[in-house]
């Protein structure tokens, strides 16, 4: 003989359970939140001056350059004596470019010199 089952009511047993334990769940979640306070206050930490000791900075080692180019390049607008193998010029550098160097000598004459040539290159100090 076929039994038959009101599935009506196991659905509202089920709703029932499901609405039961989502309100139980609410309150306990709305009575541990009550438990929170709103606002905490930190307590002020009183952290003392802290004094730098005065180390003097170091000082880099200079950087030679690779090429006559790039020292003549550091030495723009510097008093230089350059050597070349047929003379020895002492003026201004006013310009360095990829094959020639410019330089103004204190009378106002102009030269330019081909990198290539340059043997050497001296920074002049004091009065030419």
């Given at each position: ?6 599935l ?16 139980l769940?609410?309150s ?6 009550a ?17 730098i ?9 200079p ?14 607008n ?46 002049v100090?004091?009065?030419?």
């Amino acid at each position: 003989m076929p039994i038959t089952i009101d599935l009506g009511n196991l659905r509202n047993l089920g709703t029932s359970i499901t609405t039961q334990v989502t309100g139980l769940v609410n309150s306990t979640i709305n009575q541990v939140l009550a438990q929170i306070p709103s606002t905490i206050t930190i307590p002020t930490i009183n952290i003392p001056p802290i004094t730098i000791p005065d180390f003097p900075l170091p000082t880099p080692d200079p950087v030679t350059p690779a090429t006559i180019r790039g020292l003549l390049l550091d030495l723009l607008n510097e008093q230089v004596q350059l050597t070349t193998p047929f003379t020895t010029l002492t003026g201004t550098v006013i310009s360095v470019e990829n094959d020639y160097v410019a330089m103004v000598e204190p009378g106002g004459e102009l030269y330019f010199v081909r990198l290539d040539k340059i043997n050497t290159v001296t920074r002049v100090t004091g009065g030419v």
